[in-house]
């Protein structure tokens, strides 16, 4: 008899678990930009699993491919070895992404979480350099391991104890909650003192929009300005693109709008196409000093994913999925627009199919919970994010159409001029 209430969750599964308090449901089926609970409720996704799902729940072109491959006894599990779903994905990973951008990067297969990704780049970074300390950004976030944990943010998530905390310079992010802070000028100033007790890092890690963070998109000019400081420092430079890469910006890394070439790329979560774990570490050729297996994972490169990361390339090639993100994402602009204009002390920040709705200055935290609650049992899936939950993040799925965009985010509207405080 199969269970049907949630009892088995809250006997077996451990506190640690999160998102199940918040959408307190058994989802059963998904499709496209749905999720649909056992009970039969229908729930729009702006969540996408946190960034995971650019391409929608079971995409029929991807899956056609996946099945297929299933049904041809095409290789499952073949840790690093050589393999056909592999080259298959390389060759169009570097057709699609790498070349027409001219990076010339070499690619680490990690795993199978992104945080592994972060973990190669770091590692990497304090081998390829000779030195161990790094440099993060508050309200940064890059996993939950120790090396991650060390340059991630948050002092609740790092009281379960980063390994390197020493190691790791935090500095205020430019256009964090505080305003607006120096932070070029203040590394600058790190780096070129040799009296200022900083040491020079092996690297800064950044992501070009923090999402964990709170939406916070880098401008251009300031990750201009950050690869030339680590540049004339001689600091690498590593760009972790694994929430806001893969096309949710408007372009595949986000790193492309201020035009710079990091020295190390992680890419994650959509790149795996059909939520299936693929995790990677992009660096420049000269970078590559690792020797065999000093960063290995019996689950890295996992051979469903490369299948599914690959039609995914193809579907990034088609027009149509080009011109029909570019009017979601423009929609989604204008809601924010309107937002901004209507809602006093909400501030709006996003880029392409990001959108941050800050409450910070209307509510915070708790209003923020009321709407997404609100939100919730109107059918759409919204997650929170900020220091304190007080920013609704909204993830759609990139290919979501625009009647269900429309829906989810009358729903959201809705929800911000019902829930007042
Ligand atoms: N970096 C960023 C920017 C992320 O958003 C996340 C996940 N939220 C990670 C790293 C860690 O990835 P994972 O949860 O797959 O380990």
Request: hydrophobic share 40%.
């Amino acid at each position: 008899v199969r269970a049907t209430t949630t009892a088995v969750f809250e006997d077996l599964e451990s506190e640690v678990r999160s998102y199940c308090r918040k959408f307190p449901v058994v989802f059963d089926r998904a499709k496209g930009a749905e999720l649909y609970s056992e009970d039969g409720r229908r729930y729009i996704d702006f969540f996408c699993g946190a960034g995971t799902l650019n391409y929608g729940h079971n995409n029929d072109f991807i899956k056609r491919r996946l099945v297929d491959y299933l049904a041809a006894d095409g290789v499952v599990h073949g840790l690093d070895m050589y393999t056909v779903a592999k080259r298959e994905f390389l060759t169009a990973f570097n057709e699609t992404v790498l070349r027409p951008r001219e990076l010339d990067y070499k690619v680490q297969f990690c795993g199978p979480t992104g945080t592994d990704a972060v973990e190669a780049a770091l590692k990497l970074a304090r081998k390829v350099t000779g030195r161990t300390g790094l440099m993060a950004f508050t309200g940064a976030y890059h996993g939950m391991s120790r090396g991650s944990l060390g340059v991630t943010g948050s002092r609740r998530a790092r009281r379960a104890g980063g390994i390197s905390g020493q190691d790791v310079t935090f500095v205020p992010y430019e256009d964090g909650p505080q305003g607006t802070f120096d932070s070029i000028g203040f590394i600058e100033r790190l780096l070129s003192d040799p009296s200022s007790g900083v040491d020079i890092p092996a690297a800064v890690i950044v992501e070009p929009m923090q999402m964990e963070g709170g939406m916070y998109p880098a401008s251009a000019e300031w990750l201009r300005a950050l690869r030339a400081v680590t540049e004339r420092h001689g600091v690498l430079l590593i760009l972790d693109e694994i929430q806001a890469g893969c096309g949710r910006t408007g372009k595949f890394f986000c790193f492309e709008h201020a035009g710079i070439v990091p020295d190390i790329v992680t890419v994650s979560k959509s790149i795996g196409g059909y939520g299936l774990p693929l995790s990677m570490t992009l660096f420049r050729r000269e970078l590559d000093v690792w020797e065999p297996a000093e960063h290995t994972g019996t689950f890295r490169g996992n051979q469903l994913a490369f299948v599914a990361a690959t039609a995914a390339c193809d579907l990034w090639e088609q027009t149509k999925f080009r011109t029909d993100l570019a009017v979601a994402a423009r929609r989604l602009e204008r809601f924010g627009a309107e937002i901004a204009a209507t809602e006093p002390g909400v501030e709006v920040r996003g880029r392409g199919m990001a959108l941050g709705i800050d409450l910070a200055g209307a509510g915070g935290p708790e209003r923020a919970h009321r709407v997404q609650r609100y939100a919730f049992d109107h059918g759409v899936i919204v997650e929170l994010c900020g220091r304190h939950d007080e920013v609704l993040k909204i993830l759609p799925p990139l290919i979501i159409d625009i009647a269900r965009l429309e829906v989810g985010l009358g729903v959201v509207g809705t929800a911000l001029r019902t829930t007042l405080y």
